[in-house]
DNA sequence: CCAGACGTTGTT
DNA sequence: GTCTGG
DNA sequence: CCAGACGTTGTT
DNA sequence: GTCTGG
């Protein structure tokens, strides 16, 4: 699955030219190197207006829901079921989302029961988008925009870390998962379940720190031993 | 028709 | 064990 | 995802 | 929003 990673990279033009969008003058943001659920991320959304990179909760809340609580726990939505669950169904059809990151984490359970976290990261440093849907609910204060991010199984370089992964669009399918018009479930579910090429990733155990979600520091993304 | 419920992942 | 918060 | 908390009554 | 039950 993925339930942390990061954003240590990227100054505007990388944003910018990695996926083609214009960022706000005012837009600021500082490395993130260990972003948890209920954090802010970079969202890049698309709707009639243009392709926009806006800020969302990560934890998506239904529109529905009376409880805002179940968004903790709403983090990520498996692309087998994404059409079909109720919770997600309403957000594929129309307000699919790349999550803006530059790796993430998995936790691999040892035999002992130890679980050892790995960091997942191009070997170029790039950044890259993973799928996402996102929703908006009502709050007495305003609007709540939240989001969750779409997982598939593990490829072969994560599979004996973990057996799931977040859904990484190759730049190509940026535009087809975006465009608001794209609604046929069959077509954006095969996009989602498009394996990553494994040989542009590299893995490697990491400290513990990144299990701290209160610590976000250079330390969560160095190599444990050398790799 | 209205009222009322409705959530997910991953792990073992 | 289970739930909440980050 | 992990870490950390997790209780009640009655009284002031 | 959408589905189910009455």
Redesign the pocket.
Same mark, same amino acid.
């Given at each position: 699955?993925c339930?942390?990673f990061s954003l240590t990279r990227g100054d505007r033009d990388d944003l910018e030219n990695a996926f083609r969008v214009r960022l706000p003058s005012g837009m600021a943001w500082r490395p993130r190197y260990n972003i948890? !659920?209920?954090?802010e991320v970079l969202a890049v959304v698309e709707d009639e207006r243009g392709r926009r990179i806006e800020p969302r909760r990560w934890?998506l809340i239904?529109?529905?829901a009376?409880?805002p609580? $179940?968004g &903790?726990?709403? $983090?990520?939505?498996?692309a087998e079921?994404?059409f079909e669950? @109720?919770?997600?169904r /309403?957000a594929a059809r129309r307000r699919r989302c790349l999550i803006v990151a530059d790796g993430f984490y998995e936790?691999q359970?040892r035999p002992d029961g130890r679980?050892v !976290?790995f960091y997942i990261r191009r070997r170029d440093g790039g950044l890259f988008g993973m799928a996402g849907i996102w929703e908006e609910w009502q709050s007495p204060e305003g609007p709540v925009r939240t989001c969750a991010i779409v997982?598939v199984e593990a490829n072969d370089l994560l599979a004996p870390i973990? @057996? *799931?992964m977040p859904a990484i669009l190759s730049p190509r399918r940026y535009d087809a998962w975006l465009d608001p018009r794209n609604a046929r479930a069959a077509d954006l579910v095969s996009l989602l379940l498009e394996p990553y090429p494994p040989e542009e990733l590299e893995c490697y155990p990491v400290s513990?720190s990144v &299990? *701290?979600? /209160?610590y976000d520091g250079p330390e969560c993304v160095r190599p444990l031993r050398p790799s």
């Open positions: 699955m339930g942390r948890a !659920p209920t954090q934890g239904p529109s529905w009376s409880d609580q $179940i &903790n726990r709403l $983090i990520n939505a498996r079921t994404l669950r @109720p919770a997600f /309403e936790w359970r679980k !976290p997982t973990h @057996p *799931r513990r &299990n *701290r979600a /209160e």
